[in-house]
């Protein structure tokens, strides 16, 4: 494969734009294996007026309709779980799975989705000192055979999980705001922003932030994958929407690019239809390759 800076490569595919049609989901998984996906990720949204699968229920079904796919949560809401939760949750699903999972976390973006069942509402501040702790009790329950911890949005008093993980886990985070960009550097192994969400110049902005804070606290920003999510549509509408990369293959590759030279060396993209997913592996995917392996 194709590196920038000495990193692999890699592209997901995110479900959950497509139509809902859980019988579908372990063919889907399947079929992405082998057009070449690297990973295959779940997002998790609960209380949504259209159908939606539960992440991890989901997730695990599509681990085992596959052997060698990693799988990834794009991104677990913290509120939804408890994180002492998460970590045996994880635990056994990477067990399971053969050591295929990524776990990623986020503070959760749409407060609405919480309140609705009645969980944690936090200021933008409380979210990051949450993630914070959350990060501690799961690589601490990971490592420990017990664990305490008192914090000021969870406590955990002798908790352990056994067994522990046999190998590290990686965990990528969906940050965006300054406290979080720096909480990523100093902790996580991926940072994972929707460039739906924010341009890619404002996300070159933030990954510098993200690896500076890694410089800062002793480590090689280079272990940091840095990773992008991205909506991709073939023709579409004129003019595109915004948050949308459309086209035909060329130009959808030419943008792609532009993201992996930035320094991003994984693209998870979501689709509007399985046609596109096969599309995109099969024409955009080599032309990104060709172009970043000049």
Known sequence: MSTIRGQRVGFGATYGLEPFDPARLADDVR???ALGYDLFCLSDHLNTSHPTLETWTALTWAAAATERIEVMTN?????????AVTA????????????????GLGTGGYDREFSA??????????????LGEALEIVRGLWREPDVSFSGDHFHL???????RPSHHIPIWLGSYGPRALRLTGRTADGWI?????LSLDEAVAMRDTVLDAARAAGRDPDEITCAANIVVAFGGPDPPPPAEITGGAEAIAERVTAIVEAGFTFVNAMFRDAEARERFAIEVIPLVRQATAR
């Open 117 to 130: 069942f009645g969980l944690a509402e936090r200021t933008p501040g409380q979210k990051v000192a949450a």
């Open 31 to 33: 079929r992405a294996k």
């Open 75 to 83: 991104v677990l809401g913290l509120p939804y779980r408890h994180p």
């Open 193 to 197: 922003p929707s460039l739906t969400r």
């Open 88 to 103: 045996k949750m994880a635990e056994t699903l990477d067990r399971l799975s053969g050591g295929r999972l990524v776990l």
């Open 157 to 163: 008093d002798g908790a352990r999980i056994e067994p």
